[in-house]
């Protein structure tokens, strides 16, 4: 899934390489990117709560809100692309 996340972050992140960001950052957006896509039991702002404050705890002054703003990002650009696609007929509800 990393070639996945990697596209996924490197496309919301305006003017940042995947190659200026500390591993630190890269590896808690990783991380929570992945929550977004394939656990569905964890609400996207927990995910992003808890990798703001891995940011905070783990990487540099600036890590937190770095990645708040990347996941932020990353977490419309999903619920968009999400509410874009068609839903299957089978999947609307019955008229009455």
């Known amino acids: 899934h990393r070639e996945e996340l990697d596209s996924l972050i ?3 992140s305006d003017n940042w390489s995947l ?4 591993k630190v950052d890269i ?11 394939y656990c569905d039991d964890i609400p996207p702002k927990v995910s992003i709560n808890e990798a703001v404050d891995l940011g905070k705890t783990f ?7 770095f990645i708040n703003g990347i996941l932020d990002a990353l977490n419309l650009k999903l619920n968009k692309d999400h509410a ?3 839903v299957h ?5 019955a008229k009455a």
Do not use: Q, T
Not at 89 to 93: E, I
């Open 10 to 12: 490197a496309g919301c």
């Open 19 to 22: 190659g200026r960001m500390s």
């Open 27 to 37: 590896s808690i957006l990783r991380m929570a990117a992945f929550e977004f896509l």
């Open 59 to 65: 990487g540099s002054e600036n890590s937190g809100s």
């Open 84 to 86: 874009d696609k068609p």
């Open 89 to 93: 007929p089978s999947a609307r509800p």
